[in-house]
């Protein structure tokens, strides 16, 4: 079935680098995806997302843009801040008429002053 | 600016306790769903609801049960608790005519003793 795996944590980075979380899919149609963000203590909520192949989400800084060639979407911000520090999940919505969304495992990300 | 409402915030159970988890959304989306968030394992679907008085299993339904009688309110009930049902639970909704973007509440965390 549709699923979806991304790179395992944790990542301890230093305040200003560079991140990247990778994402790939397996599906068979034309999934839409997502990454999520959960800051410590509280729900799930919507860092950006891509629709069809080639487009670009982007959002606080974060980027991702959806390969269908390579079957991937993965997250990258330029300069990361302490306030960056959460756990993001890369998700997929297999088709129009399907309102699940499957998860990956979640990458817990700490970024250091 | 209710969202996604979600009671209990805490619950500690002892086995083969049952309780109700509820939920409640003030958005008139027709899509609700329950995920439950383990450790290593992401979030992964329990049951799941495109309408009122319509409900469906997803990947892991067992020792769960779920009603829709509103539009509104989605409560999962656990009939006779396990050790093995200590998780954070999550309910999200969305609607069903949208890109799909799911917003969710801010997490049950139960344990069973």
């Known amino acids: 079935g549709d699923s979806v795996t991304q790179m395992e944590g944790p990542v301890t980075l230093s305040e200003e680098a560079f991140l990247t979380i990778n994402c790939t899919y397996t599906a068979t149609g034309y999934p839409s995806l997502f990454w999520y963000v959960q800051y410590p203590g509280e729900g799930l909520q919507l860092l950006l997302k891509a629709t069809k192949a080639d487009d670009k989400g982007s959002n606080k800084g974060f980027e991702a843009t959806y390969r269908k060639e390579t079957t991937s979407f993965h997250l990258e911000k330029g300069s990361v801040q302490v306030s960056d520090s959460a756990v993001y999940f890369c998700?997929?919505?297999?088709?129009?008429?399907?309102?699940?969304?499957?998860f990956g495992a979640g990458t817990t990300v700490t970024v250091r002053a | 600016n209710a969202g996604v409402t979600q009671t209990p915030k805490f619950q500690v159970l002892k086995t083969g306790q049952s309780m109700t988890l509820q939920c409640a959304q003030d958005?008139?989306?027709?899509?609700m769903s329950w995920y439950r968030q383990d450790p290593g394992m992401g979030l992964r679907l329990i049951h799941y609801?495109?309408?009122?008085?319509?409900?469906d299993q997803g990947e892991v339904p067992n020792g769960y049960n779920v009603s829709r009688s509103t539009t509104e309110d989605f409560p999962l009930r656990l009939l006779s608790a396990a050790p093995s049902q200590t998780s954070v639970y999550f309910c999200a909704s969305s609607r069903t005519g949208g890109t799909g973007e799911l917003f969710f509440g801010e997490g049950s965390r139960l344990t069973v003793l």
């Open positions: 958005m008139n989306h027709e899509y």
């Open positions: 998700a997929l919505k297999a088709g129009s008429n399907d309102y699940k969304l499957s």
């Open positions: 609801s495109v309408g009122a008085g319509i409900t």
